[in-house]
């Protein structure tokens, strides 16, 4: 038989989801896991947004909805970035996608031809570089300040002729770091002096923990070059609903939307009606669950510190990035095996020497898998 693509053969699988699911199967075995390995929240969708997506079905929304996502919620999405993040967008530069995830994919796909190289800073999530890869694009990684996880001068050393796109994620995954302003102009100033389109991911733009949120594309010529990548999962406890968005200049739009075509159609339609009443309700339930992680933040990184260990700056997100003396793949592997606590090696995210404790998980798990951490 032949081969199957060397393209995807070369793609490692998802940390996060591997390490979650393995926990899930060792918790079906009937072992007592503690899984702090997936990003996560671990609350429900508030009411009124199930409510929404409920009424949607019973109206009959489940046909074929416009590609680029239902009206409404496009509309919706330009409305919320000129209230909250600083620029302007018509409902032609939103693009509605399954998840944040597709939206980055989508971008890749929209943007790279082959060869097109990518700055992500590290620590990194772990799609960016698979994604980048499948687009046919080659990934050039630069480290972010290993104590500030700020980004500093040095990140022209990865700016060559055939760069054509740099990647931001502030607040962070994994770090849990929130890039500063100067960070950001920093950003900018690279894009334009080089020519290279910005992906700023801002998935936890809700999840900060006093720091400030700054969107790439509201710094001085920013929007013109920038995709702004967001979604529901995390401000809204919307992770099973696959609900994501870009805002972008239409002529990366317009590409993003062929790619869609051809491939998922468009997200799901009476889903879409869900996200319209998270953007359009209270948004109480966002700092009810925000504060709540604050809390959990609070809790754990000084428990972490009480144990010797010290960690990135939590600032935002629900991970706590934490330093480890030794190989971080076999310290998880240990931590899973002896005292059945999951959490993901920095090496997934192209720092080893780390390791990611994701937080979105309850006060009673938190303090359980600190008091078996500090067994091991
Ligand atoms: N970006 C980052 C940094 C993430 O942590 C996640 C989590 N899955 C995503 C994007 C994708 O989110 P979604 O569930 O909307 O696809
Ligand atoms: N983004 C979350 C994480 O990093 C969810 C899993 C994934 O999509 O990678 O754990």
Same mark, same amino acid.
């Given at each position: ?178 890039? +500063? ?51 529901? +999962? ?30 998922? +159609? ?111």
């Amino acid at each position: 038989m032949r081969g199957l693509s060397e393209k995807i053969a070369g793609i490692v699988p998802s940390a996060t989801i591997e390490i979650s699911n393995a926990a899930k199967r060792m918790a079906q075995e009937g072992i007592d896991v503690i899984s702090l390995s997936i990003g996560e929240p671990d609350f429900d969708t508030p009411g009124h947004i199930r409510d929404a997506c409920i009424d949607a079905l019973r109206r009959g929304e489940t046909h074929y909805a416009p590609s680029s996502g239902i009206p409404e919620l496009k509309e919706a999405i330009a409305a919320k970035v000129a209230r909250e993040n600083g620029f302007a967008a018509a409902p032609e530069e939103v693009i509605v996608t399954c998840g944040a995830k597709d939206a980055i994919y989508e971008a890749m796909e929209a943007v790279l031809n082959p060869a097109d190289e990518v700055i992500v800073l590290d620590p990194s999530w772990v799609s960016y570089e698979p994604c980048v890869r499948i687009a046919g694009g080659e990934v050039r990684h630069h480290p972010l300040d290993g104590e500030t996880f700020q980004i500093d001068d040095s990140v022209l050393e990865a700016v060559t002729t055939r760069t054509r796109m740099i990647v931001v994620n502030s607040p962070s995954n994994p770090s849990g770091g929130v890039l +500063s302003r100067e960070s950001l102009r920093l950003v900018a100033d690279i894009c334009r002096d080089h020519d290279i389109i910005a992906l700023s991911d801002e998935i936890y733009e809700k999840l900060v923990y006093g720091a400030e949120h700054v969107s790439l594309a509201s710094i001085d010529g920013m929007a013109d070059r920038t995709i702004t990548v967001n979604g529901f +999962s995390k401000a809204y406890a919307m992770t099973g609903w696959r609900i994501g968005y870009a805002v972008a200049p239409q002529r990366i739009v317009r590409q993003m939307e062929k790619v869609q075509q051809h491939t998922v +159609s468009h997200p799901t339609t009476f889903a879409m009606y869900g996200a319209v009443a998270a953007l359009s309700g209270d948004q109480g339930c966002v700092e009810q669950m925000r504060s709540e992680f604050e809390r959990r933040r609070d809790y754990i990184v000084g428990a972490l510190r009480d144990l010797g260990y010290a960690t990135a700056p939590a600032d935002g997100a629900f991970y706590a990035y934490v330093r480890v003396d030794g190989d971080d793949i076999e310290i998880a592997r240990r931590w899973l095996r002896e005292v059945h606590v999951a959490v993901t090696p920095g090496t997934a995210f192209h720092t080893p020497g780390w390791l990611r404790i994701s937080y979105a998980t309850s006060m009673e798990h938190l303090r359980e898998a600190m008091d078996r951490i500090g067994r091991v």
